[in-house]
Structures are given as structure tokens and as C-alpha cells.
């Protein structure tokens, strides 16, 4: 190896040390910390978060990046790493270090006031906080730069980096054009039944089962866990250990099944991530569309298909024989994708569900732009829930705080949720002519083929290449949101018996 490159290799995986170990503090924050335990915990990660930038913006590593990136010794994928640290130095040195600080200690501040506000229904313990994120949402705007854009596009490119507010503006637009139409033809529909889940069903029951679906789905226990938390998340400290958490509700068995799913599937490509390449950027995941592209294949295009429940579903009614006696394979498929308007995001079926990441990408835009202040956010969102999906919200817990990301300051995040289920189906659709045989390796619990197929096309190769030059890679094309649009019409014209797919349930195949 160039002695240059080894110095910088070895420089970025301390770096990550100092990351990681915040990470385990802030895993512990949400699982397991002792409610006193807040005060120096914000401190805590506040002196990791001020310590990991100033090695990230040191002057040594700055020089050696520059020194590499004229090196024309290097391989093809030393010179992807060096020119993505390079890039992402120079962005760091933006911040300085007491801006780095104070933003981690008001984040953990912001995160137990909306736990507390969420507990209490009452939005007035968490809007002091997050009008203070807000404020340094827009001058972190500022720091970065948006090149004559919107400001939020400074937030936006830190998840999904290259995309644009316009862009975005462009994907939701389309949503409305076809998705609004296609949800309101199924409510005219006649309604599929699911009341029974939301029978009583034994918590540590519905937990054993979880863990036996992440099983099936290839999670390796051996360098992951599970925990409860609030709100489900991954996280991940090194491919060798990466954690998941659900969240189960014992009258409504929707909350644990899709919780594992998803999070299992942001857990799987962490873990088919190059180990040799910790701390690098072929190391890393490459935007949060393409990470939450995983969570959404494996839970809708594979988890809320038809083969995947002729498998599983007998084994739970072996669970749950009483409140499942008289369902069958269908009825629960019809069931779990049932398409109706609803209050909570992470219950939404998934087709509604682009509807609530609209909400919130309008209501951060407007936000950072000034155009809405954080007191008027409640009515704010009482009003759009109405207009676009036609529900009244009762309290703030079921509405405006429903969600925990901007307790964390993760302004940009929410449009990366529709960006996935958009990659999903693409990818989807080229596994599914790739793989012989993918839906009848699925009805017989061989998951194993898909993922190997995702680990050799997507998750081997980190940041190698940016989203849009995997998605042509993998694909033979940018992401096309008619992809989705063929996989939402296939499946829900047969589920609900439009009149543009009649067809037997039984030859439904994985979508």
C-alpha cells in the first residue's frame, strides 16, 4: 500500500473510532440510558461530536488529502476514496468546532424534550428547542452554501447528496398526477377487511417471531441485536455490529412484523459493507435513498408479497392459533396491504405513506425558508393532514410529534423515504429478471439468492459510485418513478379487483 494512503487510511478509522463510540452513547441514549442520565449524556456526545471535527478538519489530513489527490499511483478505488474525503474535508471545515458542539448538545436537549412534549401531548415543551434546531438549520444553510438554490438544498445534499429541492418538487409532482388518482380509484373500491389486527397479541410472542423473520432474512445475530425503542431505527458501529430496534404494540401486529422488516433490511446492506474498508467511503453506505431502498424492497416488495406469507404465515398462527383461527393465507395478504389514510407515518401503507413524506418535505421547506414559524407547525399540519389525505388529527402525540427526526436535527432526511420506495421497485424489477425462480425461492424461505444478488450489485461497493451512477449500473437507467407505478398498479388493481387487474389471487407472484 502507498505510505501516503496507509497515514490516510489509518487517520479516517480513528475518526471513525470517535464517531462510532458516539454512536453506542447515542444507541444507549434511546434504549436503555436512565432518564437522569440526559444532562451528561448531551455533554458527552457534544465533547465526541467536537473531537471527531477537529480531527476530521485537521491540517495534517488536509494535506495528505491533497498530496493523494494528485497521486496518479493509486487504484481506482484509492482515488474514489481520496476525492470523496477530500470533498467531504472541505465541506467540515465549514463548521468550526463550537458550532459542531452546540448543535450536539442541543440535539440530545431537543430529543428528551420531544420525548417528554410526545409523552405529555403537549408541543409547547418541544417548540422552545426545536426553534432553536431550526435557527441553526438555516445558518448551517448558510455555512455550506446553496449555489443561487433554495436553502434547503444545503440539508438535502447531506443525505442524498447531488439532489435538489427542484428535484424533489419534480418527484412529488408526479405523485400527485398518478399516486392521488390510483389511491382514490381504491377507495371507491369495496374494502378489504383487516380488524383482526388489532387483536390482543402476546408482546414477548409477537417478539420471538420478529427475531425469527430477521433469521430468515439473513441477519446475522452473530454482529447485530435487537432492542425496543420508541421509535425503530438501525444503527451501525462497524459491519461487524450493527442494531436494530421495534416497536410492538399487542393490539396491532402491523408495528412488528414492518418494523423488523424495515429496519432488518437498513441492517443487511450495513452488514454487506466491505470491513477491510471502515472508515473509508467505499465503507459507507452512499445516500439515504439508496440505504432506505433497502428497507423498502425487503419490506414491501418482498415482505408484503404473497409468497413470502404462504410461507410464513403458518408459522404465525403456531404463535397466535386463537386470534388468526379463522384466517387464512389471503385474507392476512389482504389484509396487510390494505390501502387506507392514516395518522401515523410509520403505519401508513405504502402507498398513502408518500403522502405523509410530502407533508413533511412542505413543512421543512417552509420552515428553513421562513415562510412558516415553529408556533404555527400544529395547525400547520392539522390542515395538511386534511387536504391531502382527508383525516382530522386529534392531539399533537398522533400528529406533529409523531416523529422523532427533528428532535435530532435531521432537516432533509424525511424525502429520502420516498426516494427508497422509488429505488426499491427498480431494483426489485431487475432482481426479480436476474434471479430464477426469485418468487418461488421466497414461498419457500429462501431469501439467500436476493441477497446475495444485493449484496454483489449494491452493497459491496459503499460509495463507490454516487446513486444515480448505481441505479444506471444496476438498472440500465436513472431512477424512473414508473417503476413504482407499475408495481402500486399490478398489485393493488388485483388486491382490490379494479377493472385493470382482475385476476386470481393465487397467481400473484413477488411484487
Known sequence: MNTNYGRYKALMQKIADVNYAAGVLAWDQETYMPPRGADKRAQQLSTLAGMAHEMATSPELGELLNQLAADNTLSEKEKRNVKQSLKDYNDRKKYSTEFVERTSRLVSEAFQAWQQAKKENRFPLFAPKLEKLVELKREECRLLGYEGGHPYDALLNQYEPGAKTKDIDVLFADVKAKLVDFVKEIAAAPQNNDSFMHLTYEKQKQWDFGIELLKQMGYDFEAGRQDISTHPFSTSFSSQDVRVTTRVSENNLNEMIWSCIHEGGHALYEQGLNIDDYGLPTGEAISLGIHESQSRLWENNVGRSLPYWRCNFPLLKKYFPVPLSAVDTEDFYKAMNVVRPSLIRTGADELTYHFHIMIRFEIEKALIEGSLQVKDLPDYWNRKYKEYLGIDVPDDTRGVLQDIHWSHGSFGYFPTYSLGSFYAAQF????????????????????????????????????????EELCIKVTGEKLNFGYFMDYARNKYSRLYNLPSGRQELKKETVS
Open 428 to 467: 426489485f424489477a431487475k432482481a426479480s429478471a436476474q434471479i430464477p425462480g426469485l418468487a418461488g425461492h421466497v414461498e419457500n424461505g429462501n431469501l439467500a439468492p436476493l441477497l446475495k444478488w444485493l449484496r454483489e450489485n449494491i452493497h459491496q461497493y459503499g460509495k463507490f459510485y454516487s446513486a
